[in-house]
């Protein structure tokens, strides 16, 4: 991609997707420009990937960019949309992620017609297996569309959806590797209970929880069939199935998704 891509916060995400588009080849260093008032994490991130443009200045990244993301927090989005305002031209595409900023708000912030991308990815695109949901606001031509796509995809699958079901794809993409995370370390610390070293334990969760993920996602066998395959009658999975059903497993993991789906609502009303 001859295009230049400009970041503006260098945060988990940004770093994500930074070292996304670099190892897949999509953007070269050189045509990768961030700008952080933190000269501490521009020096950390220049020493590890040579060649990205480091600058303190917003300014400098807007000004050398086609393609703008903001990887910086919701509660300093209006901040920074203000500041970089008057550098926005008809020509530069706009890429969001913030949680709780929908295409609506951000063009209020904006104060003027702009381009914008609303995305959702989530931290796994630091090891290129992220998702990332999708939409555009009406001034994003096809061909344009067509430009952004490699540039998600750098770091994971992509899904274009309705900005109405962002709250969903918060919930079951956006936030879940931190419930996931924390279903692998209670697998770990159970390990250990039966004498297993933690190392091990983790090694050994982790690979379950990504051999099995894989294997809903490739065979495309509904998943509470390929549970149904691990139960053999009178066996020790269903033993374990029992018990967490018994502390409403699903439930929990429902009820927090739909929680944090509702957590998203209250973040975008203001």
């Not at 393609?67 to 989005?77: E, G, N």
């Not at 967490?244 to 439930?251: H, K, T, V």
Request: one cysteine or more; proline letters at 4%; a negative charge.
């Amino acid at each position: 991609m001859n295009r230049k891509i400009g970041f503006i916060g260098t945060g988990n995400m940004g770093s994500a997707m930074i070292g996304g588009l670099i190892a897949r080849g999509t953007a070269a260093a050189e045509n990768i420009l961030v700008s952080d008032r933190n000269q501490d994490s521009l020096d950390r991130l220049a020493a590890q990937w040579p060649g990205v443009n480091c600058f303190t200045d917003n300014g400098d990244t807007v000004k050398g960019a086609d393609i703008i993301i903001l990887a910086v927090k919701p509660h300093i989005y209006k901040t920074v949309i203000e500041e970089i305002a008057p550098l926005i031209n008809g020509s530069k595409i706009i890429i969001t992620i913030a949680a709780g900023v929908t295409i609506s708000q951000a063009e209020v912030m904006f104060g003027k017609e702009v381009k914008i991308v609303r995305t959702m990815p989530n931290t796994p695109a630091l090891v290129g297996e992220g998702v990332t949901a999708y939409c555009c606001n009406s001034r994003i031509s096809e061909s344009e569309e067509k430009d952004i796509l490699p540039v998600l995809e750098s770091f994971g699958i992509v899904e274009k959806i309705g900005e109405e079901y962002f709250h969903g794809v918060i919930a079951v993409s956006g936030s879940s590797p931190a419930y996931v995370f924390m279903f692998i370390e209670a697998m770990a610390d159970a390990a250990v209970l039966q004498g297993l070293p933690r190392a091990q334990a983790y090694r050994m969760a982790s690979q379950a929880v990504l051999g099995a993920a894989k294997m809903v996602r490739d065979s495309g066998v509904h998943p509470g069939e390929l549970k149904d395959a691990v139960c053999s009658p009178g066996g020790t999975t269903i033993e374990a199935v029992r018990t967490l059903e018994r502390g409403g497993f699903r439930s929990s993991v429902i009820e927090a998704m739909n929680n944090c789906a509702e957590k998203s609502k209250e973040m975008t009303k203001g």
